[in-house]
Each structure stands twice: as structure tokens, then as C-alpha cells.
Antibody, heavy 124, light 110 residues
């Protein structure tokens, strides 16, 4: 079955750019019915959707993060990536990648499966 | 502050039935499907309920979901120690044009 795995630096300095990659295995990332998401969870808080990308390249971002987020896809490597710029301590969190199931107009909160998550700490 | 509202914690004893609420608005739960995720300690969230009340293959029928108006509930019957986890509700939000989550509910099995 499809599995997702996050990778990237665990420590990022304030004001720098956080970069993570999600590698999809056990299936092709290219699909009309799935899209690819980044979601995070800060300590003591709930889950927060960061954004998503279709393999066509179309993206949607959380309005609260939109000015700092870029999500891209590399279908040749079966990977998609997250860049979050100008990070602060508030961006310290467990970052998850997850496959999304597209419903009517892509308006669902259906995520399955998820990667195991990677902890990113923002600190000097 | 999460868009969807869940109680921070709840508890129950083995064999008991517990429910977890998720409150939203007309821009999210009131107009679209609700999803529930189980996050066991130290693991990633796992899809538990989709489209309000559907269980993925492998999820025991002890878990059930329901929705009424702008609120939803997750019920767990025959509580077991292995059900101790964080539970998150989620739904699409038309105002934000994206999915939103509740703050999560920590279930403790006493």
C-alpha cells in the first residue's frame, strides 16, 4: 500500500527557510483523485493544515501561512516538497505529509495515509 | 484557537461508552462531511471515520460517527486500554477554502 515519508533538517534558525520533502512509495504520486498535503502539529495544539498540491501543479494554501509557503511536486521522483520562509519559534512543530482524497471540487478533509512525521525545531 | 471546537480531554473505564463532540459552523460542518482521526501516542494520525459515519476497512465497529447540523460526535463503545489516544475532528471550511481541524481530545482510559 501507499506509504509516505518525510525528510529534512530537524533544526532551522529563525528567519531562515524550512524545507521538507515527502517521498511517496508503493504507488504513483500522479493521480486525478488524490492530492498531496502538508499538515503540522505544534506542542499542546491541534492539527493545522498548511497546504496542498495536485500533480498538475495546482496549489492551495492556508490563508494564515500563504505568504510564506511554497509547495512543489516532482513526479519523476514521486516526491512533493514544502518550503516555509521567515520561520520563527512559532513554526516549531511536528510536520506531516498526507495524501488527500479529492471529493466534489476537492472540498474534503479526507487524509489517508499519513507519513510518520518529522519534528522541526526553530532555534538559534 | 482551532476553527472546530472539541473538549480538551475526556476519560472512561474499560467497557464503557464515551462520546467526543466537535462543534463547528455553517461554513464547515454545517455544509460538508466530517472526518475523525485517531492519534496514538508517538504515532501519526490515522483515519478513523470518513464522510460523517463511514469506517475504513480495519476500524472496529466500536467506533461510530454522527453529525447533526453544525456539530458532530465520535462514539467509542466497549472502551479498551488501546483506545487511549488523541482524537481529532476535521471538515472542509468554505470561508477559509481549506480543511480545518478541532483542537484534539485526549482520551484517557482509567
Amino acid at each position: 500500500q501507499v506509504q509516505l515519508q518525510e525528510s529534512g533538517p530537524g533544526l532551522v534558525k529563525p528567519s531562515q527557510t524550512l524545507s521538507l520533502t515527502c517521498t511517496v512509495s508503493g504507488g504513483s504520486i500522479s493521480s486525478d483523485i488524490y492530492y498531496w498535503n502538508w499538515i503540522r502539529r505544534s506542542a499542546g495544539k491541534g492539527l493545522e493544515w498548511i497546504g496542498r498540491i495536485y500533480t498538475s501543479g495546482s496549489t492551495n494554501y492556508n490563508p494564515s501561512l500563504k505568504s510564506r509557503v511554497t509547495i512543489s511536486v516532482d513526479t519523476s521522483k514521486n516526491q512533493f516538497s514544502l518550503k516555509l520562509s521567515s520561520v520563527t519559534a512559532a513554526d516549531t512543530a511536528l510536520y506531516y505529509c498526507a495524501r488527500g482524497v479529492s471529493g466534489i471540487m476537492g472540498t474534503t478533509a479526507w487524509f489517508d495515509p499519513w507519513g510518520q512525521g518529522t519534528l522541526v525545531t526553530v532555534s538559534s | 484557537q482551532s476553527v472546530l471546537t472539541q473538549p480538551p480531554s475526556t476519560s472512561g473505564t474499560p467497557g464503557q461508552r464515551v462520546t467526543i463532540s466537535c462543534s463547528g459552523s455553517s461554513s464547515n460542518i454545517g455544509r460538508t462531511y466530517v472526518y475523525w482521526y485517531q492519534q496514538l501516542p508517538g504515532t501519526a494520525p490515522k483515519l478513523l471515520i470518513y464522510r460523517n459515519n463511514q469506517r475504513p476497512s480495519g476500524v472496529p465497529d466500536r467506533f461510530s460517527g454522527s453529525k447533526s447540523g453544525t456539530s458532530a460526535s465520535l462514539a467509542i463503545s466497549g472502551l479498551r486500554s488501546e483506545d487511549e489516544a488523541d482524537y481529532h475532528c476535521a471538515a472542509w471550511d468554505d470561508s477559509l477554502s481549506g480543511p480545518v481541524f478541532g483542537g484534539g481530545t485526549k482520551l484517557t482510559v482509567l
